[in-house]
């Protein structure tokens, strides 16, 4: 039951070296992705430097340290610095944009619905939605935001390849409960006002 487990837990984050990674498999990256993510975040958020003067600066110095060394390469008969072929290939783009594609057209569907369709229901989780998230991003930055994102994705699919079945449990008290308090929302509130606007269509 365990192996099914955790092969599940797996599967679902993609089976390669990622999931790996986040459910701490592989230490080494692991702990390296930890690191440097919290030493990024130290020297951005704490420390007050510069996103942008921090990439121009890295960039620089690689540049200045592959040029001395192909130039001394040449000089001193050394192999020249192993770069790979830089190229964008044609099926990357292609995966990418369909990619692309499905979720704008996922989006703009949508829009549609609700600024079309009236849609009422879906105008109040879209609504719950972005108020979630800006109130959520009041309190953090994104840098902060996206540093906090890491940390769940190295401590969540841990917790949850450990302990599924009292995680399993939790979530389906809590369903029932948001289900509960929906069919409440929707037969008092969301029922009552499209039923006005369609008498209201009606009349006009």
Not at 35 to 53: C, D, M, P, Q, R
Not at 86 to 104: G, T, Y
Request: proline share 3%.
């Amino acid at each position: 039951m365990g192996d099914n487990r955790q092969s599940f837990v797996h599967h679902a984050l993609g089976g390669g070296p990622v999931a790996d990674m986040l459910l701490w498999r592989r230490w080494c990256a692991s702990v390296t992705l930890l690191v440097s993510s919290t030493a990024l975040w130290i020297l951005f958020e704490k420390a007050g430097y510069n996103v942008l003067s921090f990439i121009a600066n890295v960039m620089l110095l690689l540049v200045v340290i592959l040029f001395f060394w192909a130039k001394s390469a040449s000089l001193l008969n050394r192999p020249l610095p192993p770069i790979p072929d830089l190229e964008v290939h044609e099926e990357s783009v292609v995966k990418a944009a369909d990619s692309m594609r499905v979720w704008i057209n996922h989006v703009l569907m949508i829009a549609h619905d609700i600024a079309i369709g009236g849609n009422l229901k879906l105008f109040v989780k879209v609504a719950l939605g972005l108020w979630l998230i800006s109130y959520v991003g009041s309190f953090f930055n994104l840098l902060t935001f996206i540093y906090m994102g890491v940390l769940f994705s190295l401590s969540v699919p841990l917790l949850y390849d450990k302990y599924q079945d009292q995680i399993d449990d939790k979530l389906i008290i809590a369903q029932k409960v948001i289900q509960t308090q929906y069919r409440k929302i929707d037969e008092n509130v969301l029922r009552k006002i499209s039923r006005s606007s369609n008498k209201e269509k009606k009349t006009q």
